[in-house]
């Protein structure tokens, strides 16, 4: 059933239903996330045709500076959306840890500076709290890793919605204090995140509250498209060659490459094949595994490792996400607990970018492809950056050398000089073995 959505805004909706991923049944665009038929996942069907008559790059150029430039391609009904300067995030050349890694076309996608809680759930939850305020609701929830709470309970105050959000107890102490600060009800769980994510699907359907991840699910994962959208446009309205990025629900992944799809079905940017990689923390890896097992099922895990902004051991788009690693001829890798944090330092240490867990997990990851020959050195290269290493200080604590503590005199300085410098050429003599 498709439905007519009324609207006060000033272009022509191109959102038109939800459409079941996997039998095609559509659904007025509501609430909804699930399929009765099928109980496939339900995501927002367009009209195309409409988007090509009425957007250009010149109409998206002349937009706002964040992810609403992209408004005709986001699923919102009106012209109440919430814009807090989410998105256009830098999209750096990098060109020293390209060298580093034997890549000649390496860009970094930086979202750890993405507004206004330094992730990239601040799109999504942007999309998704938008909607809500469409469909009516006043009370808004998310079962979250970490990030999604901070972005979640941000824009929630910014919107004037009442919060509730649910953790998993043992999340770093950055996140929560990045949650608590914008006062909602926040609710801690003894339990893993899937855990989380079931007491949240009876709560629910309990209080009839908007969940961004559960029942707001197939408005506020569209919001990941724009990490697409603005790749294309900053390349210069080009596709990439390769992409690689983190891998939790699998979400992210496909939407950005419904992002492309969608630039190349209006015509924004020719067509080309670009492959997608993943990345995925060995502690919490069913993605990978199923990948290198040749399955098509996802096999669910319990977590353990701490990347816990990526650590969703059912993941719920996984299979969707092995299934593009494999038609676009890209992987999808595992790394420890020690590559990630050896990740981390080397984006900080080559680019200046201080990323948290999940970022140490691509970085790491796009090594190891780099070392197996399965990316090409020519190719041009986006790595995908989704969050901010000051929410993640625990893991490297313990992992970085001390301050020199001296009294104020010059010759302690000097003495202080010689041997910073001695210890930085042992550590390259390391880094060379």
């Given at each position: 059933m498709t439905t007519t959505l009324n609207s006060t805004a000033s272009f022509?909706?191109?959102?038109?239903?939800?459409?079941?991923?996997?039998?095609?049944?559509?659904?007025?665009?509501?609430?909804?996330?699930?399929?009765?038929?099928?109980?496939?996942?339900?995501?927002?069907?367009?009209?195309?045709?409409?988007?090509?008559?009425?957007?250009?790059?010149?109409?998206?150029?002349?937009g706002p500076n964040s992810i609403w430039r992209y408004r005709a391609f986001l699923p919102v009904a009106t012209d109440n959306y919430i814009d807090v300067g989410t998105g256009m995030t830098p999209l750096i050349e990098a060109k020293r840890l390209g060298r580093r890694l034997g890549l000649k076309k390496l860009y970094i996608k930086n979202d750890a500076v993405n507004m206004p809680t330094l992730s990239f759930k601040d799109r999504v939850v942007s999309v998704a709290l938008s909607r809500a305020r469409e469909l009516?609701?006043?009370?808004?929830?998310?079962?979250?890793?970490?990030?999604?709470?901070?972005?979640?309970?941000?824009?929630?105050?910014?919107?004037?919605?009442?919060?509730?959000?649910?953790?998993?107890?043992?999340?770093?102490?950055?996140?929560?204090?990045?949650?608590?600060?914008?006062?909602?009800?926040?609710?801690?769980?003894?339990?893993?995140?899937?855990?989380?994510?079931?007491?949240?699907?009876?709560?629910?359907?309990?209080?009839?509250?908007g969940f961004v991840n559960i029942n707001l699910r197939p408005y506020y994962s569209e919001g990941s498209k724009t990490l697409g959208f603005e790749v294309a446009e900053?390349?210069?309205?080009?596709?990439?060659?390769?992409?690689?990025a983190p891998l939790a629900s699998g979400s992210l992944f496909t939407k950005i490459y419904k992002g492309f799809r969608e630039f190349v079905e209006v015509g924004l940017v020719e067509d080309k094949a670009v492959r997608f990689s993943g990345a995925q923390a060995e502690g919490c890896s069913p993605i990978a595994q199923a990948f290198?097992?040749?399955?098509?099922?996802?096999?669910?895990?319990?977590?353990?490792?701490?990347?816990?902004?990526?650590?969703?051991?059912?993941?719920?788009?996984?299979?969707?996400?092995?299934?593009?690693?494999?038609?676009?001829?890209?992987?999808?890798?595992?790394?420890?607990?020690?590559?990630?944090?050896?990740?981390?330092?080397?984006?900080?240490?080559?680019?200046?970018?201080f990323t948290e867990t999940a970022g140490g997990t691509t970085i790491a990851t796009l090594q190891k492809l780099v070392e197996a020959g399965k990316i090409?050195?020519?190719?041009?290269?986006?790595?995908?950056?989704?969050?901010?290493?000051?929410k993640t200080l625990e893991a490297v604590?313990?992992?970085?050398?001390?301050?020199?503590?001296?009294?104020?005199?010059?010759?302690?300085?000097?003495?202080?000089?010689?041997?910073?410098?001695?210890?930085?050429?042992l550590e390259w003599q390391q880094a060379m073995v």
């Open positions: 022509t909706l191109a959102f038109e239903a939800l459409k079941c991923k996997e039998c095609g049944a559509e659904y007025e665009a509501k609430a909804i996330h699930v399929c009765e038929e099928c109980f496939g996942p339900l995501e927002v069907k367009y009209n195309y045709e409409i988007l090509k008559q009425t957007v250009s790059r010149e109409t998206i150029e002349a009516g609701f006043t009370t808004v929830a998310c079962a979250s890793t970490g990030n999604l709470a901070n972005s979640t309970a941000a824009i929630a105050a910014h919107a004037g919605l009442d919060c509730c959000v649910f953790i998993p107890s043992d999340l770093e102490a950055g996140k929560v204090m990045g949650t608590l600060i914008y006062n909602p009800t926040l609710i801690s769980v003894n339990g893993n995140y899937d855990q989380v994510n079931r007491l949240c699907s009876e709560v629910a359907n309990t209080h009839g509250w900053q390349l210069g309205w080009k596709l990439p060659d390769h992409i690689v290198r097992e040749g399955r098509d099922f996802i096999s669910p895990v319990k977590p353990d490792t701490i990347a816990k902004s990526i650590a969703i051991g059912n993941p719920a788009d996984g299979v969707y996400a092995l299934e593009l690693a494999r038609k676009t001829n890209g992987n999808i890798e595992s790394v420890n607990d020690a590559e990630i944090i050896a990740g981390m330092k080397l984006l900080a240490e080559t680019e200046g970018i090409d050195p020519d190719e041009v290269t986006v790595v995908y950056i989704t969050g901010n290493g000051l604590k313990g992992e970085l050398s001390e301050p020199f503590t001296i009294d104020p005199k010059l010759d302690e300085f000097e003495r202080a000089l010689e041997r910073s410098r001695t210890l930085e050429r």
